[in-house]
């Protein structure tokens, strides 16, 4: 198996204050708040406050009105990951591990290594033997160790986190102790968006896999409408590959909780590998948003994510990762059905191709 599931020509690159920034994080003659406080302006250096863009050739193209991209691909590793990664190594600093660890196909073990690399952590991130991505080279290069373990990825991520507890390390794994960190992290997404409109769109769509990007902007959301500072909650339209997600079959089943899918079933292809799973870890959070946001979830075959990948460069500019591509063709597919008044509606592209 050769899969392709990262994201190619990320340069990993990070600005020379932050480099300097890093090296006093790395000191550790220094006070621990101080150094966190370092972190922090990394952090703020570095990663989120990605763009938002009105899509109007798209808007012209399929008649639908403000339609938004959120490009998730500006991050330092060209992924929303980034966002999650360095909360967790700030979180890891703060609480004096020296280690962490962590299960990963691609993407997400690059910017874990990114942010241990600035943190001054060292990083062990466990791979699938069958698994093969283009990022493993930037990992190491990054200085993370490579561990190959046998089994699915869903059966590494156990077994790395049992190695995490009895070995006394920083399990950044998703569905463990770390979660909420993680939606919160993603929650920053929906800030952002509320920021740059001033209000909620009516509807947001995001491809999903384990389902916790997606549950983190739906808790965004949530939040500033509780607080008043919004005036809505969106609907929310997740996507991933057909029949693939545990999250997407579970709702449009009916079914009152996320049901695992059978491992055999699963089949990967360069396309749809970041979007797979027999279990989703917060598929549960994921599918309490789309019911409580009276969303809507859909199936996406890779010839869709692969034409609408080559639509995005041609109309829009954007070189995005295939996968990236579901939320917004589950989006526009749902408005082809339903016409959508004028409204305001955003796509999270997740990640840059």
């Known amino acids: 198996m050769n899969l392709r599931d990262g994201v190619k020509n990320a340069d990993n690159k990070t600005s020379l204050e932050s480099n300097r920034l890093s090296n006093f994080v790395k ?35 399929f008649n639908i009105r403000q339609l938004f991209i959120k490009y998730e691909g500006d991050n330092p ?48 991130i466990y791979i699938p033997e069958s698994y093969h991505t283009d990022r493993v080279l930037e990992m190491e290069l990054l200085g993370a160790e490579i561990i190959r373990l046998p089994g699915s990825y869903e059966d590494v991520v156990k077994s790395s986190s049992v190695l995490a507890q009895k070995h006394d390390w920083y399990d950044a794994n998703p569905g463990g102790a770390n979660t909420p960190l993680q939606i919160s992290a993603y929650a920053q997404i ?27 902007i739906y808790r965004g959301f949530a939040s500033l409408y509780k607080k008043g500072k919004t005036s809505r909650i969106p609907k929310m339209i997740a996507a991933s590959s057909t029949r693939k997600n545990p999250i997407i079959q579970s709702f449009v089943q009916g079914l009152d909780h996320c049901k695992d899918l059978k491992p055999e079933i699963i089949k990967e292809t360069k396309y749809n590998e970041p979007l797979i799973n027999w279990h989703s870890f917060d598929g549960e959070e994921a599918l309490y948003a789309i019911r409580e946001s009276k969303g809507e979830a859909y199936n996406v075959s890779d010839k869709k994510m692969k034409e609408m990948t080559s639509f995005l460069l041609k109309k829009e500019g954007f070189k995005i990762l295939p996968a990236s591509t579901a939320g917004l063709i589950g989006l526009l597919d749902m408005h082809e059905k339903m016409n959508f008044e004028p409204d305001r509606f955003v796509a999270v592209l997740t990640a840059k191709n």
């Not at 621990?32 to 109007?56: H, N, Y």
């Not at 196909?105 to 990083?123: K, R, T, W």
């Open 77 to 124: 590793t060209g992924t929303q990951k980034d966002r999650i990664a360095f909360a967790q190594i700030y979180d890891a600093l703060r609480r004096e591990f020296n280690t962490v660890s962590l299960a990963t196909c691609g993407n997400y073990g690059v910017a874990i290594a990114l942010a241990s690399n600035l943190g001054g952590i060292h990083c062990k």
């Open 27 to 61: 000191d550790k003659s220094k006070s621990l708040v101080d150094r966190l406080e370092c972190f922090e302006d990394i952090i703020s250096l570095e990663v989120g406050d990605t763009g938002l863009s009105r899509a109007k050739s798209f808007e012209r193209e």
């Open 190 to 216: 929906a800030y952002e968006i509320y920021e740059d409109l001033g209000d909620a769109p009516k509807y947001c769509a995001a491809p999903v896999s384990n389902g916790t990007l997606f549950a983190g």
